[in-house]
């Protein structure tokens, strides 16, 4: 049993870009869904479907390729916030993943969002993950 299902998401994410899978199969949870859609809504994804098999279901993710150099679309994913040191951001002290190339998925009181949406709604949370 995982401690950090967060991790486990974008480690297996992770994992099957550098074996340059098309489709990865993840545990599904609430906040995992609400993070996949962050994806596909900003492009780093190319699609994704919610299964219901279980009690939990699966959430199948399709990876996004450059059409010619194969190139991923997701080069670097990391965990900002660990269950032993969690990391919060203000509107103020909002991170600026890759000088504004990349984003930071944020989990506010108005939902899982970009970095750039919590400024717009002006407000805070906890940093989950940084990507680009």
Known sequence: ???????????RVRNAIKANHRVVEIPASNI????TKVLFEKGYITN????ETNSQGTIK???KYHPITKVPAIRTITRASKPGLRKY???GTMPRVLNGLGIA???TSKGVMTDKEAKQLNVGGEVLCYVY
């Open 48 to 51: 994704y479907k919610f299964e």
């Open 1 to 11: 049993m995982y401690t950090d299902p967060i991790a486990d998401y974008l480690t």
């Open 105 to 107: 998925i944020l989990s």
């Open 32 to 35: 995992k869904k609400e993070i």
């Open 61 to 63: 993710v399709a990876l």
């Open 89 to 91: 951001a203000g509107v």
